[in-house]
């Protein structure tokens, strides 16, 4: 007995440590795959699932965390689109982890892809068919999945017609860089923007605050009506709360403003807030500087 048992013993113990390797080497390599950006479907959106598929743990809110940017070519940051239009899409993450990525799609009233998708220079597109309809992803690359990138960028092409309301869903994976699928937090958010004949607030109307930033020329541009004369300052603060610089500006006239403030040389690309004085009120908006 002991001649056959002692053979039986040895089979069940390299089996048990071939199985135990196995699964440990399917979890070792859930996380790596994502190194290259996820496969399509992946951003929370109706139908979809999220990164928490892949990755333990739960999916918490990417509203303070997902800083999404959408600039025309003028570099005006937009909340309302033109049908036909293309537009640059900037995607921060306010904590830029050391080991990071994303995937955002964009999704009219009926859950179908709104407009479409080009890469640029550090991102990537993937697909899925989701409820019948095919959607684009925009996701990292195994190059811009570090800290080093502080701002994914791709464009997208508005849809020919106006769809009304279309949104962004985005999720982002804040990684803890251990190698294996624990560990990491996915974060979500929702980024809507209407049709530029949609009607707008009452204080939307009067103030008509844009900021935005244009690349050829170096500057931000801040355009703004008003019913005053009134002295006029600009604050830069980045991601961080931290006050990178500020400058007196002219004073603002009656009517329709339009300032082109020249944006120093020393101050790094990246995702900031311009805090924008007109006398006594303050306005804000996100802006995306890319030397």
């Not at 951003?43 to 959408?70: D, F, K, Y």
């Not at 939307?204 to 605050?209: C, D, K, L």
């Not at 170096?218 to 709360?241: K, M, R, W, Y």
Request: overall charge neutral; charged content about 10%.
């Amino acid at each position: 007995m002991k001649k056959v048992l002692v053979p039986i013993s040895i089979i069940a113990l390299t089996f048990g440590m071939l199985s135990f390797r196995t699964t440990h080497l399917s979890g070792f390599q859930a996380a790596p795959q994502d190194n290259n950006g996820p496969a399509g479907g992946k951003t929370g959106a109706p139908g979809e699932q999220n990164c928490t598929s892949c990755h333990s743990g739960t999916a918490q809110s990417g509203t303070n965390e997902n800083l999404l940017v959408i600039n025309d070519d003028l570099g005006f940051g937009i909340t309302q689109y033109t049908p036909g239009a293309t537009y640059t899409v900037n995607l921060t993450m306010a904590s830029n982890p050391a080991k990071k990525g994303f995937q955002v799609t964009a999704l009219n009233g009926a859950n179908a892809m709104a407009g479409n998708f080009v890469a640029g220079a550090n991102t990537q597109l993937k697909t899925a068919t989701i409820s019948g309809g095919q959607r684009k992803y925009a996701t990292h690359k195994n190059t811009s999945n570090t800290a080093a990138t502080t701002t994914w960028n791709w464009t997208w092409q508005a849809p020919a017609t106006s769809e009304g309301a279309i949104t962004f869903y985005v999720a982002t994976n804040k990684a803890n860089n251990n190698n294996n699928d624990n560990g990491d937090v996915i974060y979500l958010s929702q980024h809507i923007f209407v049709n530029d004949d949609a009607s707008v607030n009452e204080a939307q109307v009067e103030n008509n605050f844009t900021a935005g930033y244009a690349p050829g020329k170096e500057e931000i541009v801040i355009s703004f009506s008003t019913l005053s004369i009134a002295p006029t300052s600009l604050n830069l603060v980045d991601l961080q709360g931290k006050s990178v610089w500020s400058k007196k500006l002219e004073h603002a006239t009656v009517g329709q403003n339009k300032e082109f403030v020249a944006v120093p040389k020393h101050i790094p690309n990246g995702m900031y807030v311009v805090h924008f004085f007109l006398g006594n009120k303050a306005y804000s908006a996100p802006i995306s500087i890319q030397h």
